[in-house]
């Protein structure tokens, strides 16, 4: 069985850095609720498709139908007369959008081979009449052609925005380290030495609640002084800190699932000082 104090210590820093990850991703959404960058993702995605970095083309046209953003008015006019932004769009009412905005005469399908021809941009013209020629006329398939083209769009865009939320999770990582002061190397020193430091932790945290920032801060983290003074001990600092925030990139769940299973073995027998009596030396005891 694992040494006591090397449980305590792993159960130490995997509650630092799950309580850190945690807390992260619930910063993280919030910003990308509040400035809106799913939706400013997804329509910056659309206009790259279209070929319409302008929004004064087939883009501007696609965001004024009703399938797609049913809560305007229809009459945009440009891109910042834009009031609301879908965060999602359905592959398939991508495509019916798109279709109803091509035909000249809405709903005659007959003529849609000719509305595609005859559209102004060279690029989206072709991969339309692509489409349309592998559908063979059948105006079913071309709108799920649509819809599949749609989707492999959309999976670019996604692989945008993780990089995007990677580059904020660094960020936001790499700041919370600082302000907080969170060193792994002074944190594994400390616990090391006084890993009864982390024998209060006895849950896996599930949201950022006060008990859980409680739980953080009780263990070896935060400024003692401030501003550190820059010497070789402030470079090791920033070396704990980028450590840090490395391992809260590995995301909470994994850092939850690890403090999860470091908990049951911790929980498979007693601790060594309660497992056997205290007992003092013969030299010790009295007569």
Not at 111 to 122: C, G, K, M, S, V
Not at 225 to 249: E, H, M, N, R, Y
Not at 262 to 278: N, Y
Request: hydrophobic letters at 50%; charged letters at 15%.
């Amino acid at each position: 069985m694992l040494n006591s104090s090397v449980l305590e210590v792993a159960i130490g820093i995997s509650f630092c850095y799950a309580a850190l990850a945690l807390t992260v991703s619930t910063v993280q959404e919030a910003l990308a609720s509040l400035l809106h960058l799913r939706a400013h993702t997804l329509l910056d995605g659309i206009k790259t498709m279209l070929n319409d970095p302008r929004f004064n083309g087939m883009a501007r046209a696609l965001y004024s139908h009703a399938l797609i953003n049913p809560h305007d008015d229809g009459q945009l006019a440009t891109q910042g007369s834009l009031k609301h932004k879908p965060s999602y769009i359905e592959p398939i009412h991508f495509a019916i959008a798109l279709i109803d905005s091509i035909q000249r005469i809405p709903g005659k399908i007959d003529n849609l081979a000719h509305d595609i021809d005859t559209l102004r941009d060279p690029q989206l013209r072709r991969a339309l009449q692509g489409i349309y020629l592998r559908a063979n006329g059948d105006f079913k398939l071309f709108e799920d052609g649509v819809a599949a083209w749609f989707d492999s769009a959309m999976a670019r865009v996604s692989g945008e925005y993780k990089r995007r939320a990677m580059l904020v999770s660094v960020l936001l990582s790499l700041l919370f380290a600082v302000l907080f002061n969170i060193d792994s190397i002074h944190l594994f020193k400390t616990l090391w030495q006084h890993p009864a430091l982390a024998a209060q932790i006895t849950a896996v945290p599930t949201a950022a609640d006060p008990e859980t920032i409680r739980l953080m801060f009780s263990l070896p983290i935060g400024w003692e002084k401030f501003p550190p003074v820059f010497d070789g001990a402030f470079l090791l600092q920033i070396a704990g800190w980028l450590i840090t925030a490395a391992s809260a990139l590995f995301g909470a769940p994994f850092w939850f699932s690890t403090l999860q299973r470091i908990m049951q073995l911790r929980g498979t027998g007693a601790k060594p000082d309660e497992a056997l009596p205290v007992t003092k030396p013969a030299a010790l005891r009295r007569p």
